[in-house]
């Protein structure tokens, strides 16, 4: 069940590998979140939470917090919301002041903390991968970093760290979506390149097979590579 798996074994013979999960949109489709997180304490594996500050409910507050030891969690925007009259979607995008994006990363830091107190992350993941170099300042100055898809356009910030997703498990080519095999060849690649691999997911938009296949990719993992928090990576080579 799992050939679309092979290449990347063979990747992991000829080298190890270091592997993250951030799975975004947290806020969202709880029952969903619920399948995928099952999914990664059945191996053991860690998962990095990127959650929506404004969506997030206490219910599922105390619930990842009893889970914290396995599981990152961090800033997914303020509102998850759309601010661009045209153009691709973006919450912190250029039709946005510095002090309006300062105002939000600060609230939504502020709703994160009162309900997930000391579990919160100095991690900001802009909602569509997306942000200026207003946010890339705003978040410098709060110290925190900046986690986007590997192909944004690099931000010209001094003293912004950050740490990207190299692999987009719902990727598409020419706007087909990968197949399995796509998929699978796309991280054995990202393998022989080095360096950390991320892999975004995002639980909402996830079904069982999508969810059977992550747990394949884990039991892959398990046995050849290293699979940790963002946290773990502060200060790593991209």
Known sequence: MSGWLDPLRAALEESPATFFFRNDDVGWGDDL?????????????????????????????AELLG????????????AHVNHEP??????????RRGDEQRRDIAEGRRLLEQLLPDALDPIFTPPWNRCTDDTGRALADAGLL???????RSLEVDGLEELAVRVDWFAHRKG?????GELGARIAAEVRRGGPVGVMLHHAAMDADDRRAVGEL?????????????????????
């Open 218 to 238: 884990l039991g892959v993992l398990g046995r050849g590579a290293r699979v940790v928090r963002m946290t773990e990576l502060v200060g790593a080579p991209a």
């Open 176 to 180: 087909v979506r990968l197949t399995r």
């Open 67 to 78: 889970r914290c030891s396995a599981i990152g969690l961090h800033q997914h925007g303020f």
């Open 86 to 95: 045209e153009g691709r979607k973006c919450e912190f995008g250029p039709s």
């Open 146 to 152: 900046l986690s986007r898809e590997s192909r944004a």
């Open 33 to 61: 979140l619920r399948r995928l997180l099952d999914v990664f304490d059945r191996h053991a594996a860690p998962i990095d939470l990127a959650v929506i500050p404004s969506s997030l409910g206490e219910r599922l507050a």
